[in-house]
């Protein structure tokens, strides 16, 4: 403490990472500052993907200057650990509006939804790339969609407590087909062990699918 006003002093944050004694640091100019006054900190770090135990450390004017009688006292350590995101994130499909057997028959011109639902409040989905979409034409002819295709709508979230949208508007000719779709969340847990394979029917023309005998 100082009677004395001061312009500006320097702060120094630093995150030592306590598995690798890797480190993160930051400089941040704090003031002016009022005599026998004090002023908040703030000081903000993403931790995404950099899970274990780490310590952060505080140092007030830590280039000295101004000069101080003593500068033990400008220091502030506190050990936290980042729990890693272990968490699959859910993935629905739609085809229409409809979640379809496998099997059933389709528009030429479907709307499909890829709805992408993540627990993790912390993080985000706002990465198309954290989808992925193939197409068997049945002929064991896979192609898959790029995601900057003309043919594919991104929605991301407004917060991370909302789903991410990919919505994939194709053109189908007569025939069978399997849709083979999979999802990430951002910190690379899958929305399952395998992809979603869901396998459909395209009948452009018009036609009698089942006769039934009556009674």
Known sequence: ????NIDSIQVK????????????????KVGPIAGNKSVPLNFNK??????GKHLFVVEANYDQNPMEKHF????????FEVMPDKFNPFLDVYFDGQKILDGDIVSSNPEIKLILKDQNSFIS????ELFSIKIDTGR???????????D??????????ESAVMTYHPSFSSGEYKLMVQAKDASGNFAGNNEKVISFRVIEEESVTNVLNYP
């Open 1 to 4: 403490l100082t009677n004395e």
């Open 13 to 28: 944050y630093s995150i030592v990472n306590l598995e690798d004694n890797s480190e993160y640091n930051e400089i941040k």
């Open 46 to 51: 993403r931790m995404l993907n950099k899970p």
């Open 72 to 79: 033990f006292n400008n220091i502030g350590k506190q050990e």
């Open 125 to 128: 989905l706002d990465d198309p």
């Open 140 to 150: 064991n002819q896979i192609k898959e969609i790029p995601m900057n295709s003309t």
């Open 152 to 161: 594919l709508t991104f929605t991301a979230p407004t917060s991370p407590e």
